[in-house]
């Protein structure tokens, strides 16, 4: 009988604690809903200052500013092999999502919906910078893990582009809302623009004129083009920055600031850096790098993509990074889009007849905002003699424009490298000890978490990407 009373009483207690186990182990005061304007703040936070780090540690790799003198297989062309950074794709995925909650917030309550076109602005330009470095993503079915959706189809590079939703209509939908929102309730969390709606207008045209030139060699963008131009409603100067300024101090420093000592030396003026510079009589190589140790009056670069095991290269001869990028890296800026990129963007545009502009108007302009967001002052002459001269002594324009926009966004790597894909300019160099067969990549490859994740849906992009390969060119790079 005493049997049957203990199974009888455990089961009792077994069952009220069951029916009981959510309302005990769940925390009344805890949130289970996230503020927009404390989404937001870390969206644009995480953006600048993740995104910074890798434009810093790889894209500055790619487009040959920076060059790597140790634990260097990324800078000799193994993409594969993480190292200091390298990896975007979890970063952006991971923005995406949480912009994505934004977005959704802004337009099923009512109360949120001064938020949607900054949402919308945010989506696109994080899927723009993905789609540039990858080719084919997941974008349309992206990020709907709740919606039962947890292996994405990867989109057509060109329909993420064009579509309905895509990066360019998106854009005009974020201008449409964000005009609509006019007036509406303060937006908080807005640590690009502090809640000013028209200075998010201008930085989603700035950012059609990137896409749209992006894809002007296989599409006719001209009538579109002109359009912004003429309506004029862009970042025009450096107050319009889409830029947030880091500080000298944690939590808002620059990464780099607080790295180690050794992390922070090993990453030196790559030689086509050098050349540039010195080819331009350029006074920002005394803001972007240092003397060297041995030297305190020379200024030296070295070929990206040393084997170190073979041939070290000596850190006394070499300029490690400047000031800018550790001890005062409260002048340094996380870069979203600025009015020298948008000028010579435009610069570019005119040039080639896609805008009936003046290109050696917008070039100027684009090189003088260019020295003021590097707070140094440019010689007299930087624009009338020698390699910046618009033209002088029958110059390649298209080069000039591009290299000048290639060394203003030192930091901004994955940009710079982007538009050589797209440009040929400036002229890269073969690295020292390739491990790419002496050819220089034209897209990230997918990761393995994406192999073993979403295996069919990757292996088609895989495919069509040469078997995920460094190599193989996106859509719109037909250069």
């Known amino acids: 009988m005493k049997k049957i009373y203990i199974i009888a009483f455990t089961f009792l207690l077994a069952s009220s604690c069951t029916e009981d186990f959510m309302e005990i182990n769940t925390n009344p005061n805890a949130p289970v809903e996230v503020e927009p304007s404390l989404l937001l703040r870390n969206v644009l936070w995480e953006s600048g ?80 910078i993905t789609t540039d470095l990858f080719g084919d993503v997941p974008y349309f079915e992206a990020v709907s893990g709740k919606n039962g959706v947890v292996q994405p189809a990867y989109d057509l590079q060109a329909d993420i582009y064009k579509n309905t939703n895509g990066l360019l209509d998106n854009l005009d939908k974020a201008i449409i809302a964000l005009q609509n929102a006019a007036g509406t309730a303060p937006v908080e969390g807005d640590i690009i623009y502090n809640g000013d709606l028209n200075q998010w207008i201008k930085l989603a045209n700035s950012l059609k004129i990137k896409y749209l030139l992006r894809m002007s060699d296989v599409e006719n963008v001209s009538i579109a ?15 319009d920055n889409g830029t947030f300024d880091f500080t000298n101090s944690q939590p808002n420093n620059f990464r780099m600031a607080t790295a180690r000592a050794g992390d922070f030396q090993v990453f030196v003026m790559a030689l086509t850096m050098e050349e540039i510079l010195k080819d331009h009589n350029d006074p920002r190589i005394e803001v972007f790098f240092r003397p060297t140790a041995n030297n305190n009056a020379a200024y030296e670069g070295t ?61 100027e302009m684009g090189v003088s905002q260019a020295f003021d967001y590097w707070k140094t002052a440019a010689p007299a002459d930087y624009l009338t003699i020698g390699k910046a001269a618009y033209g002088l002594n029958n110059t390649n324009k298209l080069e000039q424009i591009a290299t000048q926009k290639w060394i203003a966004n030192i930091g901004n790597g994955y940009e710079s490298w982007i538009d050589w894909r797209r440009t040929g300019f400036p002229t890269l160099k073969t690295i020292s000890a390739s491990l790419n067969n ?30 995920n390969s460094i190599n193989a060119k996106v859509w719109w790079d037909v250069q």
């Open 303 to 363: 070929l990206n993509g040393p084997n170190t095991a073979i041939a070290p290269v000596n850190a006394g001869d070499v300029s490690f990074g400047g000031t800018v990028f550790r001890e005062n890296s409260g002048d340094l800026d996380a870069n979203f889009m600025t009015s020298f990129e948008t000028s010579f963007l435009l610069a570019e545009a005119a040039e080639r007849g896609l805008i009936n502009a003046d290109a050696k108007n917008l070039y």
């Open 438 to 467: 002496d050819l220089l990549p034209v897209r990230m490859p997918y990761p393995n978490t994406e192999a073993a994740l979403n295996t069919t849906n990757y292996n088609t992009a895989a495919a069509n990407a040469d078997n």
């Open 49 to 128: 200052e993740k995104l910074s780090w890798e434009g810093f540690v790889a894209g500055s790799l790619l487009a040959q500013q920076v060059a790597l003198i140790d634990f260097n297989n990324f800078d000799r062309h193994d993409l594969t092999g993480v190292q200091f950074g390298g990896n975007p794709w979890p970063i952006l995925y991971t923005l995406l999502r949480d912009n994505e909650i934004i977005l959704e917030k802004s337009r099923t309550i009512p109360t949120y919906g001064n938020y949607e076109g900054i949402a919308l602005v945010m989506k696109t330009y994080l899927a723009g």
């Open 225 to 239: 083009l002109q359009t912004i131009y003429d309506e004029g409603n862009y970042i025009k100067n450096n107050a």
